[in-house]
């Protein structure tokens, strides 16, 4: 069980991991922290209780404490000054030997974790180096391959016309042979660089990364054995004032059992005694004879007691729990492989909810442009119309742009969802290692090519779009007006969806009718039958103009 073999693959989530492992070594010196700030407040708390009880000298209190009781209470109170000492221990123990020595211990292994995956990066970096090398080798030899054989047919073409002289010949021939010797000299630097990519990855997957990875499963390995003895710690430290706590309580008990009820009863005889014989029998008076009174010369006395204050003390003590709550960091790729797939799923499918508002937006300016360009046209004196056309363009482009965008998106939904089978591991390879640093555009034909689909829109979406026909603006100028001839034939480089008004739906390698060249905006007009007509992206097709035919071929 090795991190390098098994998460070669896995550097972001070991970085995130890592991190958490130290915040949860953080929490729990802070929960042993606040644990030694509670045995001192507890501590304290006692002492001042003890001490608010003790008897006030050459006071009644102290008079009162010869009842075997009242010592027994004294004791009490003496035992549990020696009790809030050991709280105060504990305290002291739990600071110096958890957490002092862990809080070293975190800084030191902050700076090895840094040090390691100051590595890992750097080993990231030069293999992305190495290919980004091997990719702009690739580039050249394929190119240089092509103007090889340009040059080489031209220099064919050259030889057979009987009309070139001998010297154009010469110099065909030699400026052949140089490309044809560039092309070998990029045929072998591509060689060269990719056997060196080659080795350099398999140093980078099988030596590099297993020998960090495993560095850092050691490191977290001590961490978790760190903690583990910690809390060992945290345990022998209560344990080893048990017996003390265990000799106060000890001592109590026996205070309590001198208890002798008998003697304090005796000790409130000897209080309040007062030697007086009880009163005898009261003589019949009897008033039919003489009066002979006599006089007691005993009277009643009446003893009082004072009452004894009754003594209340208790106390409670709160505990505190700490929730050990984990923590995620860390840069998300642009296709959020790195989630779970439901989770996945939730946010490509928000990310194509906010391009469909983006392009709404667009589309919605758009539709104001247009607008007021109609004004102009029905109105020149409110302004010029030509002067709507650039910022026109420039939301359809950005129109065009977004819905590539939400294409994308949507390819990788589906993909999520099992509605498109998954892409290659080249494209996966380029995805997650360089797609956030070299983002598609769409500002060329050329970049089209490049960023075109590679099974992100597929047969039957293309197929779904082919129905849509438009009825708004257009279908006014096609009902009132004859169909326009057909000036050529183009060729559907890739899949468009016709979503908006006014565009159609082709799908990749289809053959349409041109009826409308691009005049600027960056829209040719197509027909596909005599009820299917519409705009796409000029660069999404290719055009062959019939020059012969100047408007007189008309679409059967």
Partial sequence: MSWGTELWDQFDNLEKHTQWGIDILEKYIKFVKERTEIELSYAKQLRNLAKKYQPKKNSKEEEEYRYTACKAFLSTLNE????????????????????????RYVQELKQERKSYFHDGRKAQQHIEICWKQLESSKRRFERDCKEADRAQQYFEKMDADINVTKADVEKARQQAQVRHQMAEDSKADYSSILQKFNHEQHEYYYTHIP???????????????????????????DRQVIPIIGKCLDEIVKAAESIDQKNDSQLVIEAYKSGFEPPGDIEFEDYTQPMKRTVSDNSLSNSRGEGKPELKFGGKSKGKLWPFIKKNKGATPEDFSNLPPEQRRKKLQQKVDELNK??????????????????????????????????????SQNIEKLRLEAQKFEAWLAEVEGRLPARSEQARRQSGMFDAQNPATVNSCAQDRE?????????????????????????????????????????ALYTFEGQNEGTISVAEGETLYVIEEDKGDG????????DEEGYVPTSYVEVYLDKNAKGAKTYI
């Avoid at 197929?463 to 183009?490: H, M, R, S, W």
């Fill in 358 to 395: 983006e392009i709404q937006k667009e589309m919605d300016q758009r539709d104001a442009i247009t607008k007021m360009k109609d004004v102009y046209l029905k109105n020149p004196q409110m302004g010029d119309p030509a002067s709507l056309d650039h910022k026109l363009t420039e939301v």
């Fill in 211 to 237: 020998n960090i990875f495993q560095k850092i499963q050691e490191m977290e390995e001590r961490r978790i054995v760190r903690i583990g003895e910690s809390m060992k710690t945290y345990a022998e430290v």
């Fill in 80 to 103: 549990m000054n020696d009790y809030a000492g050991q709280h105060e221990v504990i305290s002291e123990n739990m600071t110096s030997n958890i957490t002092v020595e862990l809080a």
């Fill in 523 to 530: 829209w040719t007009r197509i027909r596909r039958n005599e």
């Fill in 451 to 491: 960023s075109s689909p590679d099974g992100s829109y597929t047969e039957e979406q293309s197929q779904e779009g082919e129905g849509k026909v438009l009825a708004t603006d257009f279908d006014d100028e096609f009902d009132e007006e004859e169909p326009l001839p057909a000036i050529g034939t183009c060729k």
